[in-house]
């Protein structure tokens, strides 16, 4: 039976994380000094502070030391961790959401090894420089992946059964803080897309792996003094490969078969990003709500102006209507033989995506025009919260071309993600 009710232990869950973005994780991040600049480093002690409390293996089996967390419970945790700080959130989202997957997928003898690694060391952030055809997709609508965006990374088996990785990702979160890095690597050079793609764990101080330095917030250059500026959240940087050998054993699942980059696990993804963003949007309103119910004009708190009241009802219903989608994204992930809605075979993780960063944009835009002139200095959180919020809206995963995979998905078009060649 489809079922939102929240159980105790969830309820006790969202409370504990709640008492401790309030306590430790607003402070630091909302303190003017931080607001000011453009360049807002990561808050390292906090991100300590979480993996003491075991957010790093939140949805890591039990009986591999983890909370084993489903995905309705890592969406709840990750709002709670949205609304403290996004890049803090985000960082902690890819790695517990990546241990889930990537220990699973390993032999026993390495498997073993490298998590008690992972358990050991608060500090043992994980990554994963993979790639996705379907998000390469962009515009492109009922048409097959032919060729590949961005060259990918390559990989030859050697006699030994060791492998040798070549290549540059552009982009991969978490690659700052990383100790392990997942690559996705071709290593069928005649298939093309998804085909013939392995996935392979290079340990941080492997010889020829080279983690880039981190975008920063604005300013940095590259080729021709183009201009970049960062346009995601949490730590992220270009990863290389020269001539790095890994050994063998570090293969995740299959040769020539990885799927970390897409199926079940990066939906959940998905949706647990969609969480991170559901939080930024609700302390944007509870923000405004909090500014309404002091500031006075007119003789009256301005929350009873019917302007300000009529903001803070369409934020209130943006939110609960993305809180919903969320919820019934990730139940639907955990319960994935029960048929829930329309009966239409929509990816509901797509769709909670796609809608959530639309309506926390919206929310944050009318929480900051409660501020008035106030919203847009710059030692006070709401131009931060708009900011964040645009970048969610803008990413990849949630423009508008990612609605094509919803249209596609209700024309019954199945996109061929391969082609020989």
Not at 163 to 186: C, D, H
Not at 235 to 247: G, L
Request: hydrophobic fraction near 40%.
């Amino acid at each position: 039976m489809y079922d939102l009710q929240l159980t105790p232990e969830q309820l006790e869950m969202r409370e504990t994380i709640r008492d401790f973005v309030t306590r430790e994780v607003k402070p630091p991040a909302l303190h003017p000094t931080r607001l000011e600049p453009f360049e807002k480093p990561l808050l390292a002690d906090v991100l300590t502070q979480a993996s003491q409390m075991g957010l790093r293996m939140l949805a890591l089996p039990e009986e591999a030391g983890g909370a084993g967390a489903d995905c309705l419970t890592s969406c709840i945790v990750m709002e709670e961790l949205g609304a403290g700080d996004v890049d803090v959130a985000m960082a902690l989202a890819h790695t517990s959401g990546l241990a889930r997957s990537i220990f699973d997928g390993l032999a026993p003898e390495p498997r073993k090894r490298l998590l008690q690694q992972f358990i050991g060391d608060d500090g043992y952030h994980l990554a994963i420089a993979a790639y996705d055809p379907a998000a390469q997709a962009g515009w492109s609508y009922h048409r097959p992946l032919i060729d590949d965006h961005e060259p990918v990374p390559t990989a030859v088996k050697q006699s030994n059964g060791d492998w040798i990785i070549n290549g540059t990702v552009s982009l991969v979160p978490n690659a700052p803080i990383a100790k392990l890095i997942a690559v996705e690597v071709r290593t069928d050079p005649k298939k093309t897309g998804s085909n013939g793609m392995t996935t392979l764990l290079v340990p941080r101080e492997t010889r020829g792996l080279t983690v880039r330095p981190q975008v920063k917030a604005t300013g940095a250059t590259r080729g021709n003094d183009e201009a970049i500026i960062r346009w995601h959240h949490g730590p992220a940087a270009a990863v290389a490969f020269e001539d790095c050998r890994v050994s063998g054993d570090h293969l995740v699942g299959k040769e020539g078969q990885s799927t970390l980059a897409r199926g079940p696990a990066a939906a959940r993804g998905l949706v647990e990003v969609a969480a991170v963003n559901l939080g930024l949007g609700r302390v944007a309103y509870e923000t405004a709500v909090d500014y309404a119910g002091i500031r006075r004009q007119g003789g009256r708190n301005i929350i009873e102006h019917q302007s300000i009241g009529g903001k803070l009802a369409d934020c209130a219903i943006r939110l609960e209507l993305a809180r919903n989608m969320i919820w019934k994204a990730a139940w639907v992930l955990d319960h994935p033989d029960v048929q829930v809605g329309s009966g239409a075979e929509l990816p509901l993780h797509v769709v909670a995506r796609v809608y959530t960063a639309q309506a926390v944009h919206e929310v944050t835009l009318l929480a900051a025009e409660c501020f008035g002139a106030m919203g847009v200095m710059r030692d006070m959180p709401l131009q931060k919260y708009v900011h964040d919020g645009m970048v969610f809206f803008h990413q990849d995963d949630s423009d508008d071309a990612a609605k094509l995979r919803i249209a596609e998905a209700l024309a019954g078009y199945e996109r061929p993600l391969a082609q020989t060649a």
